[in-house]
DNA sequence: CTTCTATACTCCCTTTGGGACTATTCAAGG
DNA sequence: CCTTGAATAGTCCCAAAGGGAGTATAGAAG
């Protein structure tokens, strides 16, 4: 943590706040903006439900990270909240910590985890259910790396960060769907009971072998 | 869904509610032993926090999914729940359908999300660190492998649907690895004020051809 | 006996999810 | 012009969940 100036007082900050206020230091936004913002690339990594993020920004202007400023179009409201230099300065300060490593919730997995309880028809519904999520996922992340490549990408002049994001969830996606391709036989070998399913000793073999990579 | 006879009424299921039933279609268990169950294996694809687990298996009583028995240990109270056929039937109805797809929250790459906004060697402890939690949290996965493979894992006889989960999870730690490689090879090439980091065309272009594996 | 860990819970305040809602603007089509 | 639907711009509400703090007994070790 850097300078105690920098620290804020009052409602604490949550990665959610430090990322609304990362957007605001890429550029100036009304909150709808923000919420659309979060939806998008950051939502891969870091999804909110958009109803709480309009809370964010005016905690971050409570606490004179960034600022407010109320206008309207036409009769509608609007609020466009721009960062502060304090508001800088924190999220520098944010970044200088190396952050908390993944969570990852997979409800798909927790079927998988009690398969002996259903049939190996639902287990490989599941896996194939996987699989399409991945696909599905990673058409968007080839278009926006196509688009980055033809220089048309949105923040184009950040793609060197926005890269480096982009390169984790590409090799997510195509893990998830190569984990799926390869469950796909394994619990395809299943009996139609999985209840009856032993160990696959070679299978298995090969799971600790892929997983020797960090052994000392 | 199956049968409308055992659809729960009254409070609602959640995957929480469907994991600590499954838990309990293993195993009878206590309350206790819920909640260090699912801080174990369960815990990486599902975390859920202890203190709110115990009001699951009272919400799996109420509906008839599990039975509560009330017991002591000298004079501490015990409660133990076991599956009630209802509950049975009621896991391998959620079973069969496929499931949501994986949601993953990374602090760590949301910072580098933003790390345009800090320096380069803030972005590279960063994934050093990811590299350091994928390092830690596959020895877990080393040592229950080479258990299964041995003969001596924990729920042995549940072994071919644990490897499943588990090579899942050996293959996710593995790409977080070798993405945080290819990461520090590539954010080492930035310059100190990583405002400065233009499009590696390059790496980019590995990057789109990684992903084309899903492309029609 | 003391100390620490394990077992076995409950409570509390904050954060968050997800749905529902209100309202104005803008665009497209009849 | 009017109508409809999408976009913009929010607020509210109830349930789920996080994470910390707390209480109490049993068991192990010194």
């Known amino acids: 943590m ?14 959610t706040s430090y990322a609304i206020l990362g957007l605001l ?11 659309r913002q979060m939806g998008r690339g950051l939502g891969r990594i870091w999804p909110r439900a958009a109803s709480k993020l309009y809370e964010e920004p005016k905690k971050l ?16 409201r609007r609020t466009v909240y721009s960062i502060t230099p304090k508001g800088r300065r924190t999220l520098a300060a944010w970044l200088a910590e190396p952050g908390a490593g993944p969570v990852l919730e997979s409800e798909q997995l927790v079927k998988l985890f009690f398969a002996d309880h259903g049939t190996t028809r639902d287990a490989l519904a599941t896996i194939a259910a996987a699989r399409a999520w991945a696909e599905e996922r990673n058409e968007d992340n ?10 048309e990408g949105e923040f184009q002049e950040r793609v060197a960060t926005n890269m480096v994001v982009g390169a984790f969830l590409t090799e997510l996606y195509r893990t998830v769907a190569e984990w799926a391709d390869w469950a796909e036989q ?31």
């Open 61 to 76: 202007a409570a606490l004179g990270l960034a600022r407010a400023r109320e206008g309207s179009v036409g009769e509608r």
């Open 25 to 35: 230091a890429v550029r100036s936004s009304s909150s709808y903006e923000l919420t």
């Open 142 to 151: 080839v278009r926006v790396g196509r688009a980055y490549l033809g220089g």
């Open 186 to 216: 394994v619990v395809g070998r299943w009996p139609e009971d999985p209840r009856g399913a032993t160990l696959d000793r070679e299978a298995m073999e090969w799971v600790v072998d892929r997983a020797g990579w960090s052994v000392r």
């Open 2 to 15: 850097s300078t105690a100036d920098d620290r804020p007082t009052g409602p604490r900050l949550t990665t």
